[in-house]
């Protein structure tokens, strides 16, 4: 992830000889960031569009000197949406390759359709950032511990998309708009899905099991789908930044689940939105799902901003004993529980500590979660 706060990091690896690529949901910010940080009133740069039919017809037949006659003196080359473009990682090779002195900077809203086809041709040629939803790092930098923390309650609620934390008072219908525009209309065009209202009822069964185990099979009895057809929606929700997975920890136990898998939403509003319900957390039933889906979306984002690498899974055996989060990095395992009450006492299960003795464990709530969010705490 790349911080608001610390974009002009992504100044710093212009010129390197390396692409850069800016992947991440619609509505996250990525072509305001660019703008910010690289005007197109420029006159060394040139700003080109995914959305542009002619683009996409230019890069069709793309040569280097025809795309030296576009440039002219002009070497910073931005192109936006770029996973609109038809095998968009050649064409970017071509660029790398046969235009060194231009920098690259490719923006897209869906890891199918750039991120993979560009990892092979790009291999070695590149720098890839993602920009997710405003962090609680981001904004304790911009009001404040105290006064983000007094936002939990909204955050939980309503999430953390640009425009959201910066229009209250707006949120409902800001979310409204960002969930019917990149939610169906972009993820029905992957694949041409040609059944939008399953696609919705599968949406809304992921929004209800948060927190829970989640099966195929289960998932495609509701969503009146056949097992095979959820996997790949779900993985087309997974590569469009709607929703990301957890598996199950095992290492030695037999009575560890080994294949279970849960998901959880990259936000709390679009969450909200899938099932339009937008009522305080002080009425809900789910409070302890919403607070545990916003921690898991916060720590995402906290690890790839500090650069930390971990492998992330929940742990629970047959008996349904469990743990929400469980991180090994280094050879080294932390384990998390998630409660949205600071007054429960949560030990760790006894099983996981007699099989995992060197194991961390420490219970998150909103007394403490700056402890689990931000460095240095």
């Given amino acids: 992830m790349i911080e608001r706060t610390k974009a002009n990091d992504l100044r710093v690896v ?3 000889g390396k692409a850069i690529i800016l992947l991440g949901a619609r509505q996250t910010g990525k072509t305001s960031l660019l703008n ?87 291999t070695g040629r590149k720098r890839e950032y993602h920009l997710y939803p405003v962090s609680f790092g981001e904004m304790v930098h911009h009001h404040g511990l105290l006064t983000e923390k007094r936002l939990l309650p909204h955050r939980l609620i ?9 229009t209250p008072g ?13 939610l169906y209309k972009d993820v029905l065009a992957w694949e041409q899905i ?11 069964a992921l929004a209800l099991q948060i927190g829970s185990q989640v099966s195929y099979s289960e998932l495609a009895r509701l969503c009146g789908l056949d097992a095979k057809t959820v996997e790949k929606y779900i993985c087309i929700l997974e590569q469009t930044y709607i929703v990301f997975r957890l598996s199950s920890f095992s290492r030695t136990a037999r009575n560890e689940l080994k294949n279970s898998r849960k998901f ?12 339009a319900n937008f009522s305080q957390i002080e009425s809900r039933q789910d409070a302890g799902n919403l607070w545990e889906n916003w921690l898991m979306s916060e720590r995402r984002k906290f690890t790839d901003a500090q650069g930390i690498w ?22 080294i395992l932390a384990a ?42």
């Fill in 14 to 16: 212009t010129g390197k």
């Fill in 36 to 122: 910010m940080l690289f005007p197109p009133s420029r006159d060394d740069i040139l700003y080109m569009s995914g959305d542009d039919a002619d683009v996409r017809k230019l890069f069709e037949n793309l040569s280097a000197e025809r795309l030296k006659m576009y440039l002219g003196k002009k070497r910073l080359l931005v192109l936006d949406e770029a996973q609109r473009i038809t095998d968009i990682g050649l064409r970017l090779k071509l660029i790398t390759d046969q235009l060194p002195e231009v920098q690259l900077i490719a923006t897209g809203s869906s890891s199918f359709d750039l991120a993979n086809k560009v990892n092979e041709p790009l």
């Fill in 158 to 166: 309503f999430g953390s998309y640009p425009e959201v934390v910066s």
């Fill in 170 to 182: 707006d949120e409902k219908s800001i979310l409204r708009e960002i969930s019917q525009s990149y």
């Fill in 194 to 204: 040609q059944k939008p209202e399953k696609l919705e009822r599968l949406l809304q």
């Fill in 264 to 275: 959880y939403f990259y936000d709390n509003g679009i969450r909200n939105a899938v099932l």
């Fill in 310 to 331: 971990v492998n992330s899974y929940f742990w629970r055996t047959k008996e349904q004993k469990e743990i929400d989060l469980v991180e090994e990095s280094d050879g």
């Fill in 336 to 377: 998390y529980e998630f409660k949205y009450s600071a007054f429960k006492r949560v030990k760790c299960p006894a099983a996981f500590a007699s099989a995992y003795p060197d194991a961390s464990f420490k219970l998150i709530h909103p007394d403490n979660v700056e402890e689990f969010l931000l460095p240095g705490q």
